[in-house]
């Protein structure tokens, strides 16, 4: 054929907004720090504000905990352990996270529609993702609290006592789920804070637990920056302490909990190679890609952020995701029809936006596609870098964003070694129609989560958590659990 | 007894165990032991870094092949262990001995060895099972997670025992299909070395355990910082050195286990959460579908 | 558009299809919320492109009239309301359905190659094929011999519809997969890619008969595959997702599907068809309740 035929989407038929109704929503001008059941101001009575990344309006004013406050919050916590939480009967504790599970399905839609005005993610993935399984991950995690003899069998588990979380602004709620349902189930108690750009549901949350009769300081809920952390790990009366964030805090995290024999649990960054090998179910391929990168803006730190596609289908899939992508529609977090919506902050645009002007000075080519982003707020169209090698930095560095960077392979064995070439090892993908190479490729993996002709999928009963720099230990599922208990000698730190 | 002997005795050497073999240190350094059965001095090598730094290459290189074998195969790789130290148990009750351990504890200790190798090359085939899981995700999806070997494990192995402690912290890393890098125990280093000849006969690849002697003080520093080592087990290591170590691992994110004041004799000391301490979970999903 | 020889793909080498990732596809789609003016055109859109369809033993010519009269005039209350696409009928109804919908530019489709299991001798699905056409149908609704491509005798297959394209002349020919008793989603996308092949002007997802007709990750993997025949011969094929599709909502996300996946050169009842015989009044419900505000009742709409 003399020209090529090529689909046209433009102009198509376009959907008119379908915005996501908020009068159900109550929110309050300000929140306290949620200690001993109660919200509290901060000690010094300093606040900061949290934005609407869409609108760059300010929601809500926050108090921003120091030192003094995470004091109080710890010392809430030891006594709610001491006097209550561990001296309850393990079916009585799950009762209560039980409930929980089952306060946040109730108030789902609210918290989907807080979920997305605060961190700028779109509608359909709060309301369809991180809430559901924030609920389901409770849910899971009560049934354990009076099981947990059968978990682990023969060792008699424990409790450990009062642990310290922190949790990044990706999935705000999902993540306070995945930190507390856990830790509540096997007996512990909490001081939690929450990433300073999306504390509100975490919030909503915390008003959640007292409605359900919580026992004041089994759950305490600290607001802040990184010092606010940096006080928490610091202090000298956890028992445990988990983050999810980025490498380089997890690395100061360790180093901070070095030799104090307190255990913990990290998940941190990765940047996760997706491979489709020629064989491959091509359309489902492009989807699984698309999800991978474009799921949550790419603030994922499972995204699969490098595509390895083998030479000999390169350019259709190449072809066909260019035409997917192009569908995808950029815009308003609280509009249903949402693909991509607005990127955390302001800070992290300009990161991201830094990362493509590097790609493009490393002499790679950049492509963005969908629809045209608003001209308010922060967003970034999907973003694919081609012609780039192992050697760039766009290959080697988590973009954290919609940023998908594409290389080619020849053989198997190259894209396993180009895959785990990197210090991190938190997720990968592998697309094939061949049984006996998915195995392989996924056995050959050096990542925590693999998925096989899937991306990006979550679970309660699913273990989560990295190899080498992307973290160490699990949360999710039967090895989540033991992140929380005392197992004896050598099983837990 | 004659004051004139049939023969003269031949001395062993005490040299290091890397990728299969046994060279001296390239520093050329040594430290003399004076045995206490008065059969005189040993020299016993004095490990570099530049020593530990070849053993981690070797152990690295021996970290596809030996993770692939199967579970089978080392179980009965580690069971042959167990039989050429029963082989050997005279000689290695005299060493220790030689060490100050006393007669019967020295028999006692070996016979231990012994059987701590058995109990973990029955392990071999079964602590996958024991750590894995089915998950019953709500998707679609077929799901699991298994444990995984970290990679490569550096061990400074416990003073005390000096064979036991050494079997009781290196093996079930092995078994797990990790390689190591050991740092013997510096009072009672020499059994340690023996325990290469008895590994060396007993179809263990090279380079998936290598023995080093040597002053941990010199050389901690170096394992926990070296950015191709996975792991440490750190064994009876000073709070101050302990602590230093765990900071340094933080760079590349080593998995650090502290084992102090553990009674390696008693039955307690092992299990496979001794296994799982150098492994990893992987999961993974699959769709479900026609 | 060259009218090259009909060559049979290797249906080895047809791209596989993951069921479950599908299926995740089409919740996307099902997902998308369409409001207010997009809705409108939605659903208008949706009317123009039905094949309004009797095929039943009790047809008669009296209730084929009365379904060209419904054809004609889907709710006179309404301004502005396209027809629908064709009258879809037996053979034996061709000429009165011709006759019936006169000069109104609706279209005569008829079923045949003994529709619907086509177990029948190629001779007689050929004689089935030309009265139909003679007696005034613009298109052919065959039906594949499904127990040949099951059976791997995709020659037959292939063959037949070689020649019943030939038997249609001038009219279009659409070919049903029967897609309900072909057992994946990997033998629709090779029967898909087959059927094009052969010369298929759409592809048609059932008959109706067997269930499931028509469902959306079936006609998914038909769309990607007449993407994949249109990106590589430039000949772009119809489709005629058929049976099942009795609500509007349900219609608006195949048009969803549609919009996105092989764009606007398809959003036209010329490529594309819905196979239906109740989803036009329930279309029509819905652009009332669009344009009063208020839900409606069934007792409303004239019904045949």
């Given amino acids: 054929m003399a020209t090529k035929s090529t689909l046209a989407f433009e102009p198509g038929w376009q959907y008119d907004p379908a915005p996501e109704s908020t009068d159900h929503v109550s929110l309050r001008d300000s929140y306290g720090l949620f ?42 916590a030891r006594k709610a352990y001491d006097t209550v939480w561990s001296k309850m009967k393990p079916a009585e504790r799950g009762k209560y996270v039980f409930r929980i599970a089952r306060a946040i399905a109730e108030r789902a839609r609210e918290f989907a529609v807080v979920e997305s005005m605060d961190g ?29 003899n059968y978990a682990f069998p023969g060792v008699n588990p424990k409790s450990l006592g009062v642990a310290g979380q922190v949790i990044p602004w990706n999935f705000p709620l999902l993540m306070a789920a995945w930190k507390l349902a856990p830790a509540l189930a096997a007996g512990n108690t909490v001081v939690l804070k929450p990433a300073e750009t999306t504390p509100l549901t975490a919030l909503k949350l915390a008003e959640l637990v007292a409605d359900v009769g919580l026992p004041p300081g089994v759950v305490n809920i600290v607001t802040g920056a990184g010092d606010t952390g940096a006080a928490l790990v610091r202090h000298p009366d956890l028992d445990k302490f988990a983050f999810t964030g980025s490498t380089a805090v997890g690395r100061d995290i360790m180093r ?171 997720s990968g993908g592998v697309w094939t129609d061949k049984g006996s190479r998915i195995f392989k490729m996924t056995g050959a993996l050096r990542a925590g989560v693999v998925w096989a002709n899937t991306f990006n999928k979550f679970d309660p009963t699913s273990p989560f958590g990295g190899y080498k720099e992307s973290g160490m230990g699990r949360e999710g599922g039967l090895h989540g659990l033991g992140a929380y208990l005392d197992l004896g000698m050598g099983a837990g730190a | ?155 400074v192995l416990p003073q005390q025992p000096g064979l036991l402690g050494l079997v009781s912290v290196v093996v079930p890393a092995i078994v797990g299909g990790n390689t190591v890098v050991a740092l013997a125990s510096e009072s009672h280093p020499l059994s340690a070395v023996s325990f290469a000849e008895v590994l060396h006969a007993s179809d263990v690849p090279g380079g998936v355990i290598n023995l080093l002697t040597g002053q ?75 | ?74 709710h006179e209350r309404m301004p502005d309301l396209p027809t629908v696409a064709a009258v879809c009928v037996y053979p034996t109804m061709v000429s009165v359905a011709r006759d019936a919908l006169g000069d109104s530019g609706i279209e005569v489709a008829s079923v045949a190659t003994a529709f619907p299991s086509g177990q029948a001798p190629l001779s007689v699905k050929l004689d089935d094929t030309r009265m139909a056409v003679e007696a005034g149908a613009a298109e052919i609704d065959m039906v594949i011999a499904r127990g040949a491509f099951l059976a791997g005798d995709y020659d037959t297959v292939f063959d037949e519809i070689v020649a019943v394209k030939t038997a249609c002349g001038d009219a279009h020919l659409k070919v049903i997969l029967e897609t309900g008793e072909l057992g994946s989603l990997d033998r629709v996308r090779q029967a898909s890619m087959l059927a094009m092949a052969a010369g298929a002007d759409f592809i048609k997802t059932s008959t109706g008969k067997i269930k499931p007709a028509a469902t959306m990750p079936v006609t998914l993997t038909m769309l990607h595959a007449i993407r994949d025949h249109f990106l590589e011969t430039g000949v772009q094929v119809g489709m005629k997702p058929a049976g099942g599709i009795s609500v509007a909502k349900m219609a608006l996300h195949y048009l969803v599907m549609l919009n996105e996946t092989l764009g606007a050169k398809w959003m036209t009842p010329r490529w594309f068809r819905f196979g239906a015989s109740s989803l036009a ?24």
């Avoid at chain 1, 309301?127 to 009560?142: G, V």
């Avoid at chain 2, 602590?243 to 102090?260: P, Q, S, W």
């Avoid at chain 2, 004041?261 to 479900?288: G, L, R, Y």
């Fill in chain 3, 1 to 74: 558009m060259s009218a090259a020889e009909p060559r049979q793909p290797d249906l080895a080498r047809v791209t596989p299809v993951d069921t479950v990732g599908v299926e995740e596809r089409v919740a996307r789609f099902r997902s998308r919320s369409i409001k207010t003016a997009s809705k409108v055109a939605g659903l208008k859109l949706a009317l123009s492109m039905i094949d309004l369809t009797t095929l039943e033993g009790a047809d008669t010519p009296g209730k084929v009239r009365q379904l060209c009269a419904k054809a004609q005039h889907l």
């Fill in chain 1, 256 to 426: 901070t909990l070095a030799g104090t024999g307190t255990p913990y649990t990290l998940e941190l960054g990765g940047k996760a190679a997706n491979i489709v090998l020629e064989d491959a179910a091509l359309d489902q391929a492009v989807e699984g890609i698309v999800n991978g990168i474009f799921f949550n803006q790419g603030h994922v730190c499972c995204a699969g952020s490098r595509l390895l596609v083998s030479e000999a289908i390169a350019e259709p899939l190449l072809d066909r995701l260019r035409t997917r992508i192009d569908t995808l529609i950029v815009g308003d977090p609280l509009d249903k029809n949402t693909d991509v919506g607005a990127i955390n902050s302001e800070a992290q645009l300009a990161r991201i936006n830094e990362y493509i002007d590097i790609g493009r000075a490393e002499g790679a080519e950049i492509w963005q596609g969908g629809s045209d982003a608003p001209q308010s707020g922060y967003y970034c169209r999907p973003t694919l870098i081609t012609g780039v090698a192992q050697s760039n930095r766009v290959v080697q560095e988590e973009i954290f964003g919609p940023v998908l960077t594409v290389q080619t392979f020849r053989t198997f064995d190259e894209a396993r070694e180009k895959a785990n070439n990197t210090p991190y090892g938190l």
């Fill in chain 1, 120 to 148: 700028g993610k779109p509608i359909r993935e709060s309301r369809d993702i991180d809430i559901p399984l924030a609920s389901a991950h409770f849910f899971y995690y009560a049934g354990w609290a009076d099981k947990l």
């Fill in chain 2, 216 to 290: 941990r003080d010199e050389l901690l520093s170096h394992m926990a910082g070296h950015m191709d080592v996975n792991a440490l087990a750190l064994c009876d290591v000073t709070a101050d050195a302990g602590n230093a170590a765990e900071k340094a691992a933080a760079e590349n994110f080593k998995r650090v286990r502290r084992f102090d004041n553990v009674d390696w004799s008693a039955d307690a000391s092992a299990s496979p959460w001794h296994i799982e301490a150098f492994q990893e979970i992987k999961t993974t999903w699959h769709p479900v579908a026609n």
């Fill in chain 2, 1 to 155: 007894m004659s004051g004139e002997r049939a023969r003269l005795d031949v001395a062993k050497t005490y040299k290091l165990y890397i990728g299969g073999k046994f060279p001296r240190t390239e520093s050329g350094r040594y430290e003399s032991f004076e045995r206490s059965d008065g059969a005189g001095a040993v020299n016993v090598c004095r490990a570099s870094r530049k020593d530990f730094r070849n053993a981690v290459v070797a152990a690295r290189g021996a970290v596809a092949g030996w993770s692939a074998a199967s579970a089978y195969l080392r179980g009965q790789i580690i069971y042959r262990i167990a039989e050429m130290l029963e082989g050997r148990a005279a000689q290695f009750a005299a060493e220790l001995h030689a060490e100050g351990v006393a007669e019967a504890a020295a028999m006692a200790q070996v016979e231990a060895s012994v059987d701590r190798l058995i109990y973990y090359a029955g392990w071999s085939d079964k602590y996958t099972q024991v750590l894995s899981s089915v998950n019953p995700v709500a998707s679609a999806h077929f799901n699991f997670s298994l444990p995984e070997p970290t990679g490569v494990v550096a061990a």
């Fill in chain 1, 35 to 76: 200690i001993d059941g109660e919200f509290t101001p901060a000690a010094s009575g300093k606040t900061f504000e949290t934005i609407n990344p869409a609108t760059q309006a300010p929601i809500a004013s926050i108090a921003q905990a120091g030192s003094e406050d995470v004091d109080r919050a710890v010392a809430a």
């Fill in chain 3, 281 to 304: 009044n329930d279309v029509l419900m819905q652009l009332e309740k669009q344009a009063t505000g208020r839900y409606q009742s069934p007792d409303y709409f004239s019904k045949d």
